[in-house]
């Protein structure tokens, strides 16, 4: 069951603001329920290094919540996890795709595991309900039949669609790895 409810500041937090308390120790479950948006699932993470961090960017979290900027692993993750940045709230209506932060050094931020998001999308999305996979960047792009360079991930669903780079509706349901990258 998740740990608590997280406030209502989605944001990248410095090493400085980790320490007094600003956000939990990474892998800290969360949740947030509210009557418009049903649902969500957070859990906390940590960025080892500098980097601009982009809202709805797709992260690859290990088991120790330390996240990289989602892109085609080099090893094999079955099972890996996989979160959608939150710097903003996750509500496409007020939702921003320029929301970012650069953070030099350690950072912590919130990645969303489940319910209702919005992500990066790389490419068109013409379909709802297709299976998203990770791309390049933080990006997600529709799934390829047959398989992906990513690996076959499961659990992050088109709730919308697009005609080329921009934040989409997505469902969420604890994405993870299932296979290896082909």
Known sequence: MPAGLIGARFNVYTKAEYLQGMIPAPGTLSSNISQAGGAREYVAVKFTASATHINGSALVIDADGVATLGTVPTTTVLGGRIGILAVSPPVAAVASATGTQ???????????????????????????????????????????????????????????????VALIPVLLQYPRFLAAPT
Request: proline share 2%; glycine share 20%.
């Open 102 to 164: 650069t953070i030099v050094g350690t950072a912590f931020a919130w990645a969303q595991i489940y319910g209702k998001g919005i992500a990066r999308a790389g490419a068109a999305v013409p379909n709802l309900h297709t299976n998203l996979n990770l791309g390049a960047d933080g990006v997600l792009v529709a799934s390829v039949v047959g398989g992906s360079a990513s690996g076959a991930v499961t659990g992050i669903t088109a709730a919308g669609t697009t005609a080329g």
